[in-house]
């Protein structure tokens, strides 16, 4: 029986044109970007026509205001310690929220080694930012605000608009960690009013291993590696091209099929979350109930763990996950739920069921039978449990 994929948010499959694309790229041989000959130029030809693609998904009013870098991972840090470390002078206070990812948490942790202040302001229990939160934690010393624009857990939108709004007054540098969504929802960085903007390829049927970042002209930014001059003097290092023009053609897959592909998540998200209700007792359904991701489902199972659960799918050849994959194997239960007020044992019985285009509704069928199983099996052997 081929393997059921409910955790398209560690990684979604590679488009088949964009493996076509990638295959004829390394069949080509294509030469360094950097290089001051034929090879080098059209090298450099095929590096910003990607670069183009990615513009048109996130309508960048320019190419130039987008860098390429290793994933979500490094632009993050990039953004982050980047805007930092450009503005000293002014302050060392970053405003952020309690439900962002680990590169955004431990970015910023190591900015506290370096004597930078952090403000971290509290989500409702749908995992919302009140930007009326982040305007009374700004203080003449505030030099960033980083806050999400989808949480890559619970799925929940964040009010971005609304908080640009605020730091744009203040003349505030904001950055959004929108690598969950971009190529997934509708991410425009002009109505948006963000600085800087961080994606990554594999999370809209890319590669993995390449990403981006957004940033606006005019932000000052140090670069997070120093070197050659790629990538406008911001990110040193020759570009990883192949990978680069596979993000180039799952950008330009996602500008064509946004609109069906979320027409179809939602009706399988839809039937998902029905089929949880009718299936399973004691559950709570995480995330709010219509500002959320079209693709990501949140559900916490009472009185049994979600590792468990994800060993017991496995067998039957269903995958799926408790959390991010960046997240893994970590024994604490997850900030963002705790964030949400559930409470520890609610937040280590979480499954996060993700899903895209390849998905069937029997496919949904099939994970919603053997989860009722899975879970009469589990909390059968729970002492936590009592019909």
């Not at 624009?149 to 908080?163: A, D, F, K, V």
């Not at 425009?188 to 800087?196: S, T």
């Not at 559900?299 to 799918?313: A, F, P, Q």
């Not at 285009?357 to 589990?378: C, P």
Request: aromatic content about 4%; some cysteine; hydrophobic content about 40%.
């Amino acid at each position: 029986m081929k393997p059921i994929n409910l955790d398209y948010l560690s990684a979604n499959p590679l488009l088949p044109e964009v493996q076509e694309a990638m295959i004829a790229a390394i069949r080509a041989n294509l030469g360094n970007p950097s290089s001051p000959h034929q090879v080098g130029d059209q090298a450099a030809e095929t590096l910003e026509k990607a670069r183009e693609s990615m513009a048109r998904l996130i309508n960048s009013p320019s190419p130039q205001e987008i860098i390429f870098t290793s994933g979500g991972t490094e632009s993050i840090n990039q953004a982050i310690k980047g805007v930092a470390l450009a503005n000293t002078k002014k302050g060392k206070h970053i405003i952020t929220s309690n439900i962002e990812h680990n590169a955004v948490l431990r970015t910023i942790r190591r900015l506290r080694m370096m004597d930078f202040k952090v403000t971290s302001v509290s989500v409702d229990e749908n995992g919302r930012v009140n930007p009326a939160d982040i305007a009374k934690a700004i203080t003449e010393e505030t030099i960033l605000v980083t806050v999400m624009h989808s949480n890559n857990e619970i799925g929940t939108l964040q009010p971005i608009e609304e908080i640009a709004r605020i730091t744009r007054e203040q003349k505030i540098p904001f950055h959004c960690d929108a690598v969950t969504s971009v190529g997934v929802v509708p991410v425009d960085v002009q109505r948006l009013g963000v600085d800087l903007l961080s994606f990554s390829a594999n999370q809209f049927y890319g590669p993995s291993g390449v990403g981006g970042l957004y940033i606006r002209s005019g932000t000052s930014l140090w670069p997070l590696l120093d070197g050659g001059v790629q990538e406008n003097n911001k990110r040193a290092g020759t570009e990883n091209l192949i990978g680069i023009i596979g993000l180039g053609v799952a950008a330009e897959s996602a500008v064509r099929e946004m609109e069906s592909r979320n027409h179809h998540c939602l009706r399988l998200k839809k039937k998902l979350i029905q089929g949880l209700k009718n299936h399973i007792e004691d559950i709570f359904i995480n995330g709010h109930p219509e500002l959320s991701l079209p693709n990501l489902v949140s559900v916490s199972i009472r009185y049994i763990e979600g590792e468990g659960i994800v060993l017991m799918l496995d067998e039957e050849k269903i995958l799926v996950s408790t959390r991010s994959a960046c997240a893994a194997g970590a024994l604490q239960a997850s900030h963002v739920l705790l964030a949400i007020n559930r409470d520890f044992a609610d937040a280590q019985g979480t499954l996060v069921i993700t899903f895209g285009k390849e998905t069937t509704e029997a496919d949904i069928d099939r994970f919603l039978l053997v989860l009722k199983n899975v879970v009469q099996t589990l909390r059968a052997m729970s002492p936590l449990y009592k019909k």
